[in-house]
């Protein structure tokens, strides 16, 4: 079957404005992670979405971040007001309930 | 905050050298997986190690995890130019097992 698919690609974007990214899970997989990576430097935990359950929002470095998922599956990133800072790469990752986490290629966001 | 250390942070080898990476914490984890990422691409799991001391291998390369579950090393034996990328431990614990990634060690072999 398919595997994690993220989109777009790569993202280029101005100081201040708003972007989503998207992530499209493995079907079937009850959770879903977001993360971040700087610079092919380890991955820092955002959020982390369980079946039906409140999400772990633990992760998030600012109220500029959010994140929904719909319907159980697809999910998206929202980062309002980009900053500089924001730039790095975002994975998601989806796994059946805690078993292994299976990891989408990834967007890099790029804010000027 | 779990915190997991890699060391090194960079290393670059001639093909066929051995080489051992190491993931260090204060934490206690119940289990431990390692993951590899190439370039433009998301990690893919290696190894999960869930029993103290316990050992795996996976051709050329060994898992050990710590016998207090804090500490794991990745040993490469007869290093390859394919085994190049970046090297990536996490840590799971917790009830609803949340997972803390490690700092990275980024590793080329030279052909």
């Known amino acids: 079957g398919a595997g994690v698919s993220q989109s777009p690609s790569n993202k280029v974007t101005e100081k201040g404005k708003d972007v989503e990214l998207r992530c499209d899970p493995i079907?079937?997989?009850?959770?879903l992670y977001w993360y971040r990576q700087s610079l092919g430097q380890g991955l820092e935990f955002l959020i982390y979405?369980?079946?039906?359950?409140?999400?772990?929002k633990s992760g998030l470095p600012s109220d500029r971040f959010s994140a929904e998922r719909t319907g159980g599956s697809v999910s998206t990133l929202t980062i309002q007001r980009t900053q500089q800072e924001d730039s790095a790469v975002y994975l998601c990752?989806?796994?059946?309930?805690?078993?292994?986490?299976?990891f989408g290629p990834g967007t890099r966001l790029t804010v000027l | 905050t779990q915190l997991l250390e890699q060391s090194p942070q960079f290393l670059s080898i001639q093909e066929g050298e051995n080489l051992t990476v190491y993931c260090n914490s204060s934490?206690?984890?119940?289990?431990l997986q390692w993951y590899r990422q190439e370039p433009g691409e998301g990690p893919v799991l290696l190894v999960t190690?869930?029993?103290?001391?316990e050992v795996k291998k996976l051709k050329r390369l060994t898992f050990q995890f710590g016998d207090a579950r804090k500490d794991s090393s990745l040993h490469i034996t007869a290093a390859q130019p394919g085994d190049t990328g970046l090297y990536l431990c996490a840590g799971t614990s917790g009830g609803y097992q949340k997972v803390t990634f490690g700092t990275g060690t980024k590793l080329q072999v030279i052909p």
């Open positions: 079907s079937g997989h009850t959770a």
């Open positions: 190690v869930v029993t103290g001391g």
């Open positions: 990752a989806s796994s059946y309930y805690t078993d292994t986490q299976y």
């Open positions: 934490s206690v984890f119940s289990s």
């Open positions: 979405f369980q079946g039906n359950s409140a999400p772990d």
